[in-house]
């Protein structure tokens, strides 16, 4: 029953630390551009790092299967530039993918 309590104790130890850290370090205003500008972005860096490998492994490993991905994905950017709606990129997105699926 307490096989997993060392583990949750340790995650909920690091997840505080990186929660509590900056609050202790930095207690004073940032006042460089550059490390404002680095922190504004890091949010979007990290979920485009977590999410875009995501893409082409969600429908599985098969070729013909990261090739439909690899075509949602497209068409997903492709309506993105065009300043689409984040609903109406998601579900053309699927839909190119399930139609990929179904004749490739």
Do not use: D, H, W
Request: aromatic share 16%; net charge positive; hydrophobic share 60%.
């Amino acid at each position: 029953m307490f096989k997993y309590l060392p583990y949750i104790l340790v995650m909920a130890l690091v997840t505080y630390l990186i929660r509590m850290l900056p609050l202790v370090f930095c207690q004073q205003e940032i006042k460089s551009v550059f490390v404002k500008s680095f922190l504004f972005y890091v949010p979007y860096a990290v979920l485009g790092a977590m999410t875009f490998p995501a893409i082409f492994t969600a429908v599985g490993t098969e070729p013909k299967q990261v090739a439909a991905a690899t075509l949602g994905c497209l068409i997903a950017i492709y309506l993105a530039y065009r300043k689409k709606s984040l609903l109406t990129v998601a579900i053309a997105a699927c839909v190119m993918v399930y139609l990929a699926n179904l004749f490739l």
